[in-house]
């Protein structure tokens, strides 16, 4: 198999040189991201969220961005519309899209550093769960929650808030109607992450 090629950088996002997937995760280099979060704004303001699948290297089995990847050495953030595609089988225009700006981000695990220049973007989506086409390696389900709700889960104002959507049990679609969340079921972004987050979904919904 062909090794994903990155552009590494320094702290201020000044391109270093290129590396291996496996280096850049190895050694903890800077490297550049996608992230495109799915956003309702009828029956009520919801954001939809991918259930990460139990073989992933980093936050296994937890509720993250509905699309998201690491671009290619020869990629610019308009490429990562090909995550939406290859992860949850929707196709996006980027012109589409509303930018969040860029977060960074910046974890460590026993295996691995991971430090990321994340292009945060939001998709106005208009379908259902339903809709969604799973690459069932990278994603386990799908779950929609109000975006009040997540709002004060990950700001601590509650412990807990309930989602509804499905997870991929046994190669099957498991729904659940009222499926409750406490904040640690959710990968670990930052703070600042989630506060620019909410900001923008909530000024870009008041435009559909």
Request: net charge negative; hydrophobic share 40%; aromatic share 12%.
């Amino acid at each position: 198999m062909q090794q994903e090629m990155l552009t590494i950088f320094d702290q201020s996002m000044v391109p270093q040189g290129v590396c291996s997937r496996a280096e850049v995760h190895q050694q903890g280099y800077w490297h550049e991201t996608f992230h495109c979060w799915f956003v309702q704004a009828t029956p009520h303001p919801s954001l939809f969220l991918q259930l990460r699948s139990p073989q992933k290297d980093a936050f296994p089995n937890t509720l993250d961005v509905t699309a998201a990847g690491h671009l290619l050495a020869t990629e610019t953030p308009r490429d990562g519309v090909r995550e939406i595609v290859e992860e949850i089988g929707i196709a996006v225009v980027f012109e589409n899209l509303y930018a969040v700006g860029i977060q960074v981000e910046e974890h460590y695990f026993p295996h691995m550093i991971n430090r990321e220049f994340c292009h945060v973007y939001l998709y106005h989506y208009a379908g259902t769960l339903a809709d969604f086409t799973l690459q069932e390696e990278e994603v386990a389900g799908m779950i929609q929650v109000s975006l009040a709700d997540f709002a004060q889960l990950v700001t601590d104002e509650r412990e807990e808030i309930v989602g509804c959507g499905y997870c991929i049990e046994g190669g099957q679609r498991q729904f659940y109607e009222h499926l409750p969340l406490r904040k640690e079921r959710f990968c670990d972004h930052s703070v600042a992450y989630f506060r620019a987050l909410i900001e923008h979904c909530q000024t870009f919904l008041r435009t559909q």
